[in-house]
């Protein structure tokens, strides 16, 4: 049986906008620093320096909070693929894979506890297809702007290779033991030969 989950209210003015983004970065970092289940929305609350009240009326539920960082991260990745599109059709395949990459090295943090909370909490788990679909087809976008011939099938089998290349990436560059920095220079090399 399906719980319903109670979904976060969204901010009208400039200073509960503020407020909204100070508790999503208190979450994503006590999420990463603790874990979902032991962070507390006392702690949330603390850290982003608001009052607990200020917390649940935007965010009813801990799980609430989490589809709305989930959300906030494909807001995020998705609008900075979409101002690479702008400019894929001028950028030579080197700098389009380099900026890919980027983009996944600059949102490496919000992407880890995404992607944990993809993995662990139920009610976010229920929606993991369609966060998943939207970067794809934000990398899809990316394709076609820089290769208008490209057909939807195409850009699309493109795209779900790129974001395999690319997902691995913040993960190698922790790997300094074992020659980070090489490593990430491979798979720039490795994006880079990718012909779609």
Request: cysteine-free.
């Amino acid at each position: 049986m399906q719980t319903e989950v109670q979904t976060a209210k969204e901010p009208k003015r400039a200073r509960g906008k503020a407020r909204v983004a100070a508790l999503l970065d208190a979450a994503g970092a006590l999420f990463g620093e603790k874990g979902y289940e032991a962070a507390t929305m006392t702690e949330i609350a603390q850290r982003a320096g608001a009052a607990i009240g200020s917390l649940y009326q935007f965010f009813p539920s801990k799980d609430a909070l989490a589809e709305a960082l989930v959300n906030h991260y494909i807001e995020q990745m998705g609008g900075m693929l979409d101002e690479i599109a702008q400019r894929a059709s001028r950028l030579p395949a080197a700098k389009l894979a380099d900026e890919l990459i980027d983009v996944m090295l600059r949102l490496r943090a919000e992407r880890e506890v995404a992607m944990k909370l993809l993995n662990t909490v139920t009610s976010v788990m229920e929606s993991r297809n369609p966060p998943r679909h939207a970067i794809r087809g934000h990398i899809a976008g990316v394709l076609r702007a820089a290769k208008p011939a490209l057909d939807e099938t195409r850009a699309v089998a493109g795209a779900m290779v790129i974001n395999q290349l690319t997902r691995s990436v913040p993960q190698l560059v922790g790997a300094e033991e074992h020659g980070g920095a090489a490593i990430v220079a491979d798979a720039r090399r490795a994006l880079q030969s990718k012909e779609v």
